[in-house]
């Protein structure tokens, strides 16, 4: 199973708390981590493996767009900063709308991440 991993800047310390919180799920059901460049970076830091793609607003998020449309995303957690300004909205716009399109579970705050691993 492969679950991408992003977070707008606000909340990148939240996510990597929330992975580091719930790295041996993630390492005992031989989960693989994929995330946009910035994040990856932080959770690489953290002491995390993960796959990197470019940073969002350089076309991270339509490199895992790409891979949700080609099957190998199984589930997206984002944790979305809603009340800051994002110079690619239109592309996180379009991955949200691929989660719907492909049927593909997408969490995007807390909540509803712990929720979904609650399923693995």
């Known amino acids: 199973m492969t679950i991408a991993i992003i977070a707008h800047d606000g909340k990148k310390a939240d996510m990597v708390a929330f992975i580091k919180d719930h790295t041996e799920l993630f390492q005992k059901k031989h989960i693989q981590l994929i995330a946009t460049g910035t994040t990856?970076?932080?959770?690489?830091?953290?002491?995390?493996?993960?796959?990197?793609?470019?940073?969002?607003?350089?076309?991270?998020?339509?490199?895992?767009?790409?891979?949700?449309?080609?099957?190998?995303i199984d589930m997206v957690i984002f944790f979305r900063d809603p009340l800051g300004k994002h110079p690619h909205e239109v592309d996180v716009n379009m991955l949200m709308r691929l989660c719907d399109v492909y049927n593909i579970p997408l969490a995007t705050n807390h909540a509803a991440a712990m929720r979904f691993i609650q399923t693995l």
Do not use: N, T
């Open 40 to 72: 990856g970076s932080h959770l690489e830091k953290a002491g995390l493996e993960v796959a990197k793609m470019e940073s969002g607003p350089m076309g991270g998020d339509a490199q895992i767009a790409s891979r949700l449309v080609e099957g190998k």
